[in-house]
Antibody, heavy 119, light 114 residues
Framework: EVQLVESGGGLVQPGGSLRLSCAASGFTVSSNYMSWVRQAPGKGLEWVSVIYSGGSTYYADSVKGRFTISRDNSKNTLYLQMNSLRAEDTAVYYC?????????????WGQGTMVTVSS | DIVMTQSPDSLAVSLGERATINCKSSQSVLYSSNNKNYLAWYQQKPGQPPKLLIYWASTRESGVPDRFSGSGSGTDFTLTISSLQAEDVAVYYCQQYYSTPLFTFGPGTKVDIK
């Protein structure tokens, strides 16, 4: 079965760091474009970052310089390293597969992991 | 950056009736080289992740009921639910992927039962 499972969320103080993980099954992370999308409580979806199969990475302006997307091919896992966290980073973070066959629509989503930035 | 807007913010429709959601992009998402609109629609039910419904503006994802249809081109798009069912209560988002790798979602439209 094709699925994504996120982990690593939790409560962190402003200025702190957290690393999210997204374990994939049923397909190979390194052969696909993979993305992170977040959703603040009661709000809409905000694209955060993408990593291409070739390794290129891109970020939304709101997280550029603070967040780093990466992957571990041996573990078939996607990561999001989040540094210098702010209250406005509080959100559910979803990982998603970017379906190049559909243009670049996001066809597979994880269940999400909650990140709360608060003192 | 391409900005996506949706209307209405919310709507309530009787069971079996039609629901129509509009999405507008600040610039065309029609790629001239392949004549495809780089736009997708997602459904998000409470407590669940988004689910891809439609891509290329009008192509239903596998397994999506045919009461869901997408239309439009360029900057103006519509998601139609032809006969609303109870399980369709959700928030619906449009997304452009024309400006890949910078993706943009619309603010969402909440659909309820009247």
């Amino acid at each position: 079965e094709v699925q994504l499972v996120e982990s690593g969320g939790g409560l962190v103080q402003p200025g702190g760091s957290l690393r999210l993980s997204c374990a994939a099954s049923g397909f190979t992370v390194s052969s696909n474009y993979m993305s992170w999308v977040r959703q603040a409580p009661g709000k809409g979806l905000e694209w955060v970052s993408v990593i291409y199969s070739g390794g290129s990475t891109y970020y939304a302006d709101s997280v550029k310089g603070r967040f780093t997307i990466s992957r571990d091919n041996s573990k078939n896992t996607l990561y999001l390293q989040m540094n210098s966290l702010r209250a406005e980073d509080t959100a559910v973070y979803y990982c998603a597969r970017v379906a190049r066959a559909f243009g670049h629509a996001f066809d597979i989503w994880g269940q999400g992991t909650m990140v709360t930035v608060s003192s | 950056d391409i900005v996506m807007t949706q209307s209405p913010d919310s709507l309530a429709v009787s069971l079996g009736e039609r629901a129509t959601i509009n999405c507008k992009s600040s610039q065309s998402v029609l790629y001239s080289s392949n004549n495809k609109n780089y736009l997708a629609w997602y459904q998000q039910k409470p407590g669940q992740p988004p689910k891809l419904l439609i891509y290329w503006a009008s192509t239903r994802e596998s397994g999506v009921p045919d009461r869901f249809s997408g239309s439009g081109s360029g900057t103006d798009f519509t998601l139609t639910i032809s006969s609303l069912q109870a399980e369709d209560v959700a928030v619906y988002y449009c997304q452009q992927y024309y400006s890949t790798p910078l993706f943009t979602f619309g603010p969402g439209t909440k659909v309820d039962i009247k």
